[in-house]
């Protein structure tokens, strides 16, 4: 089965400008997640969707960070105004219908690397 | 709230030999355990994950981990190293109704030939 797919694969932008990052999750996965990944630290998690529902967005920054996923299928992360600390690797995930247990394992893209000047 | 503590930054291990690369977790409840591998500039990989039952579960590329409830641990081991497990490990628990996953800060497994 095709695997996550994530674009850009890089991107470098200088602060106060915006960005945004898209996710392809695989066919019938339900949830869909959006992390970010700081060097030399484990993925924390911004938003997490069910479907084209939000289920968690505790840890989203939302004064410049927004997400979407329309039609329950494709997403973008965006981030308006960007600032230096926000330089990490963004990792969209996808899992089977996690609000059945919570123990689905769930599927990396590989991933956006922002660069903030 | 829940936690993941990898305390070790990197595991270094000759080929060939056994490799273990520790996690401990902290939860209210019963935990989902997990570990998942990440190469350089890809994605993370799943590798095994305890729900429930037996304490010793194998997963993927012959690794397995142990689950001990009265230690709160979930170490990953495999008999037999190699040059290509070399990657950044990450341990990850989640609980019932949770759904969210809170990772560990990551160790290195370096196999030297």
């Known amino acids: 089965e095709a695997g996550v797919a994530q674009s850009p694969r890089y991107k470098i932008i200088e602060k106060r400008q915006s960005v945004a990052f898209w996710c392809n999750p695989i066919?019938?996965?339900?949830?869909l997640y959006w992390y970010q990944q700081i060097l030399g630290q484990g993925p924390k998690l911004l938003i997490q969707?069910?479907?084209?529902?939000?289920?968690?967005d505790s840890q989203l920054p939302k004064d410049r960070f927004s997400a979407e996923r329309l039609k329950g299928v494709d997403s973008t992360l965006k981030i308006q105004p960007a600032k230096l600390e926000d330089s990490a690797v963004y990792l969209c995930?996808?899992?089977?219908?996690?609000?059945?247990?919570?123990?689905?394992?769930?599927?990396f893209g590989d991933g956006t690397r922002l660069s903030i000047l | 709230a829940q936690s993941v503590a990898q305390p070790e930054d990197q595991v270094n291990v000759a080929e060939g030999n056994p490799l273990t690369v520790k996690c401990t977790y902290s939860?209210?409840?019963?935990?989902?355990l997990f570990w998942y591998v990440q190469y350089p500039n890809r994605g993370l990989q799943f590798l095994l994950k305890?729900?429930?039952?037996?304490?010793l579960v194998k997963g993927s590329y012959g690794f397995e981990a142990e689950f001990n409830k009265s230690q709160t641990s979930f170490h990953l081991k495999k008999p037999s190293a190699l040059v290509s497990d070399s990657a950044l490990y990450f341990c990850?628990?989640?609980?019932?109704?949770?759904?969210?996953?809170?990772f560990g800060k990551g160790t290195k497994l370096s196999v030297i030939p």
């Open positions: 990850a628990v989640s609980v019932f109704e949770s759904y969210q996953l809170t």
């Open positions: 066919s019938g996965h339900a949830t």
């Open positions: 995930a996808s899992s089977l219908d996690q609000m059945r247990g919570g123990n689905q394992p769930q599927h």
């Open positions: 939860v209210s409840g019963n935990p989902y």
């Open positions: 305890y729900i429930t039952g037996d304490n």
């Open positions: 969707f069910q479907n084209n529902g939000v289920v968690d």
